[in-house]
């Protein structure tokens, strides 16, 4: 399998370790922690699932275990961040993120995790405003 | 300047052009993250402070400091994205409809300043147009969802003053479209932030992919200014501005800029801003411009008392901002602030009675049952006194400009 990455319709920042990517289709933020930002990197049409552990264990010193992976492609498949919806054939054990540290001895930093990110509303954007003092 | 707290102190130092000597020391000391990230929220500023984290090493600003800044960036790096996207959006439209648009505040004037879109943390979008264009340009805004918020005497105000604010078709940011920036920050003369003028001094940028056109370096010397004054400098950011303005635009002819700021009764705010960028980023003004300033003897004072507010010696808890207690000597204080800052007595009395009659009018608004009756009439005596006092002196110092009566409202 290989995964490939959306890049129509999306705006990328880096800062500080995390990566904030805009959807401008959905109108949605997601947040990358290093670890989600480096699979999503390697999902480029052409790198096979199987390999990506080695690279992350490469590249950010990570164990190189497909959980880990998988965990990542899922979440990138959920966010709507891949060019086709992620599912692993045969899926491998599910686990928590706390069984995860715990089987790999990491910290929970490390793991992959994208939080979708809530922008003020308008309103909540004016009742800000109104406290600051206008004339 | 005497700065209050490390708190306050790292965030000057860290949204400085001018690095602090103390930056990495108070960098490592800090253990109050989440109060300084609050109060760079408040100020505006915490995305320039996480730009001016990120590009340090991680070995210098690392762990939970890091983790809670770039936590607390989150949200409004999301917003900075949305806004310069939405931006596009209304750019192209208004362009599509052979509406010309200079992109105020946001993320023009961000990626103008600081050299990114994403640095300046706005609430909304602000363009402004040629008054000519106005009923075209809602037009073409509707055609996007946008439309106009609030009642028809709210909007009718709104129009006299040039200025009409658009509500998104969903959650988006809100649209303030302007044309007549001069009449709305009462300037004595408007032709120098007419959009005419603006649009020949016009920069030209590029935002994700986008053409959109900002004021240019010397409009902006005139209305960071005014603006700012406008909000009395509550916000570090506005601060911020001045002292990247003066950095980015050593070309600016500040004697010229001086002279046109003279005409248009805001020379004082000018010469105030370039003085409170200065003391709070601790440089020097060129000779010329410190020259200028001795020759307003009450300038230094205004800066001093604008600077206690902008970081006082204890920050309003957010508790009590929330509550939204009113607060009359700080207004009091705030509305004196705001007229002192005008050129010329005339101006200021004129100012200050325009404020005072609009409180009134407010506090008149109250519901009956807190007001006694013969509050009641000593405050509307009061207000219509203020209101014809202010009138009568505002014909004195004030020409008349045109409100566009093309606009239909509904």
Redesign the interface.
């Known amino acids: 399998m290989h995964p490939a990455a959306r890049s129509k319709d999306l705006l990328v920042e880096p800062m500080l370790d995390e990566t904030i990517v805009y959807d401008l289709e959905a109108h949605r933020s997601h947040c990358l922690n290093r670890t989600a930002k480096a699979v999503w990197g390697y999902c480029d049409g052409k790198t096979p699932v199987e390999s990506m552990p080695d690279r992350l264990h490469d590249d950010l010193g990570l164990p190189g275990d497909p959980a880990l992976i998988c965990d990542a492609l899922r979440q990138l498949s959920e966010a709507g961040l891949l060019q086709q919806p992620f599912d692993m054939t045969p899926a491998p054990p599910a686990s928590s993120r706390r069984q995860l540290c715990r089987r790999l001895a990491v910290a929970a930093a490390a793991l992959p995790l994208i939080t979708s990110i809530v922008a003020p509303t308008p309103a909540m954007a004016q009742s800000r405003a109104r406290r600051r003092r206008r004339h | 300047m005497l700065l209050r707290s490390p708190v306050q102190t790292l965030l000057v130092d860290c949204v400085s052009p001018l690095a602090g000597a103390n930056f990495y020391a108070l960098c490592a000391e800090l253990n109050t993250w989440p109060q300084f990230c609050a109060l760079a929220d408040r100020h505006g500023v915490l995305l320039l402070a ?2 001016r ?2 590009r340090l090493s ?1 070995d210098v600003f690392a762990g939970q400091a ?2 809670i ?2 936590r607390e ?3 409004p ?3 900075a ?2 806004l ?2 939405v931006l596009c959006s209304v750019v192209t439209a208004l362009r599509r409809s052979g509406v010309r648009s200079l992109a105020l505040k946001g993320p023009a004037m961000s990626a103008l300043l600081y050299g990114s879109p ?1 640095r300046r943390q706005s ?2 979008l602000d363009v402004l147009i040629s008054p000519d264009d106005a009923a075209v340009a809602v037009t073409a805004l509707a055609r996007l969802g946008y439309c106009m918020a609030g009642d028809s005497g709210a909007l009718q105000q709104g129009l006299d003053l040039g200025h009409l604010v658009l ?2 078709p ?5 649209l303030e479209l302007q044309w007549d920036l001069g009449r709305r920050w009462q300037l004595r003369d408007t032709a120098p932030l007419d959009f005419e003028t603006a649009w020949r001094g016009r920069a030209e940028l590029a935002i ?1 992919g986008c053409e959109v056109s900002t004021l240019g370096l010397r409009e902006l010397a005139l209305a960071l200014p005014v603006h700012g004054a ?3 400098w ?2 570090l950011l506005w601060v911020c501005d001045i002292a990247a303005l003066l950095e980015s635009g050593p070309s600016i002819d500040w004697p010229q800029v001086l002279r046109v700021a003279g005409r248009a009764g805001c020379r004082r705010r000018v010469l105030l801003a370039l003085l409170l960028a200065g003391r709070v980023f601790r440089f020097d003004l060129s000779p010329v411009l410190a020259g200028s300033a001795e020759c307003d003897p009450p300038l230094q004072r205004l800066v001093a008392e604008h600077l206690r507010r902008l970081l006082p010696a204890s920050e309003p808890a957010l508790s009590s ?2 509550a ?1 207690r009113p607060d009359y000597e700080e ?1 009091f204080a ?2 004196r602030l ?1 007229a002192m800052c005008r050129d010329g007595r005339r101006e200021r009395l004129s100012t200050m009675l325009g ?1 005072v009659a609009g409180k009134l009018r407010a506090a008149e608004a109250a519901p009956p049952r807190i007001r006694s009756r013969l509050v009641w009439h000593v405050r509307r005596a009061a207000r219509l006194a203020s209101l014809c006092l202010h009138h009568l002196l505002r014909r004195l110092t004030r020409r008349q400009a045109h409100s566009p009566a093309h606009i239909v409202l509904g």
């Not at chain 2, 969903?170 to 809100?174: E, K």
Request: aromatic share 4%.
């Open positions: 996480a730009d984290f990120d991680p890091r983790r800044v770039a960036a989150r949200a790096l999301s917003r994205l949305e310069s996207t994403l609430a909304d509500m998104p969903s959650a988006g940011p809100t994700d406008r909000h009395t509550s916000r901002e929330l939204g207004e705030a509305l705001f404020l």
